[in-house]
Nanobody, 127 residues
């Protein structure tokens, strides 16, 4: 089992920045590729970003490319999502997720590929 706990969400003005974190426990964190998803009220949960086990490979949704950056610190069992130039449409609950990985190039962009999920952290961007 892997337990994931997100933190760092909050209220920010449009154009601002926020960094959210996800701390993992329970298994060897560096064996897992990680992902970020978000869900706005009344909408499906959507992919935001994915990062391979070493952090050497990342992939982003078109809607956040160039504004969001995911990174990880395996010594701290933590993955981060740095969000810049935030827009009101970025408002959502943000979730991190983990999937066991066997290659460093592996990233997963489909939510059904992930085995473990955090409880989410709310990000609200005001206009």
């Amino acid at each position: 089992q892997v337990q994931l706990v997100e933190s760092g969400g909050g209220l920010v003005q449009a154009g601002g920045s926020l960094r959210i974190s996800c701390v993992a426990s329970g298994r060897t964190f560096s064996n897992y590729a990680m992902g970020w998803f978000r869900q706005a009220p009344g909408k499906e949960r959507e992919f935001v970003a994915a990062i391979s086990w070493s952090g050497g490979n990342t992939f982003y949704a078109d809607s956040v490319k160039g504004r969001f950056t995911s990174s990880r610190d395996n010594a701290k069992n933590t993955v981060y999502l740095q969000m810049n130039s935030l827009k009101p449409e970025d408002t959502a609950v943000y979730y991190c997720a983990a999937v066991l990985s066997y290659t460093d190039s592996y990233v997963a962009i489909n939510r059904h590929q992930y085995d473990y999920w955090g409880q989410g952290t709310q990000v609200t961007v005001s206009s």
